[in-house]
């Protein structure tokens, strides 16, 4: 096969990713790449590192990033740039997307993500499982959206945050650089950058 495929990160992340891309890109070879756990199979591909992934014979090859730390994302994201790899997208049949969705690429879109109108999404932002972002939204680069988190309408996340697995983000607010939202957390006010917020309404836990 001339086309070969690398799922970044052959952990939790990937084996839920893994699906979504064999079922979309039926013409390609698909492998994890993983730079600690390569030699071996997982769920049935082979798990190679990033040196063996560039020494591979295939005339295209493409990446889909999975793994949920975005700082990691960002500095994988710009190893593949570097190397002009380009990024693919993974989208699985149940996402919904409405009118006027600008997406970035490499995006990881799980199973019942909905994303509704007038939203733009910056690259490679990972949307895990039921989580949502709602109208006229805007999302920087390498967000990410653990299971079940719940962006409301006009709500800013800047790049890199990550908005933790159950949160909510009111209407509105702001979040700002490498932020992090807390599991469950209920944010009610803007978050400024490098800051971490817990609980209900959510509080300033720390700062980095
Ligand atoms: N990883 C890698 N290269 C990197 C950073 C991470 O291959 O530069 C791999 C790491 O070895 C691990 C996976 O990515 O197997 C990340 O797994 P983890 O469980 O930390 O995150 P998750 O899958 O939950 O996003």
């Known amino acids: 096969m001339n086309k070969l495929i690398g799922v970044y990160g052959a952990s939790g992340c990937g084996v839920g990713i893994m699906p979504l891309i064999r079922e979309q890109y039926l013409d390609s070879k698909i492998v994890f790449i993983d730079d600690k ?13 990033w040196a063996e992934f560039l020494e591979e014979s295939s005339k295209q090859k ?7 730390n975005p700082e990691i994302r960002k ?3 710009e190893k593949c740039m570097k190397h002009s790899i380009p990024l693919i997208e ?9 009118d006027n969705v600008e997406l970035g690429d490499g995006a990881c879109l799980s199973p019942f993500v909905t994303l509704t109108s007038n939203i733009r999404i910056g ?4 949307a895990n499982l039921y989580s949502f972002i ?8 390498y967000v ?9 309408g006009n709500v800013l996340i800047e790049d890199c945050a990550f908005i933790g697995a159950g949160a909510i983000i009111r209407q509105g607010v702001s979040i700002g650089k490498r932020a992090v939202v807390g ?5 009610v006010r803007d978050v400024p950058a490098d800051t971490t917020v817990v609980g209900n309404p959510a509080k300033i836990l720390g700062k980095r």
């Open 90 to 98: 993974a989208c699985a049949s149940s996402v919904v997307k409405m």
């Open 37 to 49: 756990k390569s030699n071996g199979l997982l769920n049935g591909h082979q798990i190679i590192d």
């Open 144 to 152: 990410t959206l653990a299971p079940g988190a719940k962006v409301n």
């Open 134 to 141: 709602e109208h006229d939204s805007v999302i920087g680069d």
């Open 62 to 68: 493409f990446v889909s990033i999975a793994i949920a």
């Open 75 to 77: 500095a994988l994201s």
């Open 183 to 187: 599991m469950g957390a209920v944010v």
């Open 123 to 126: 690259l490679c932002f990972h």
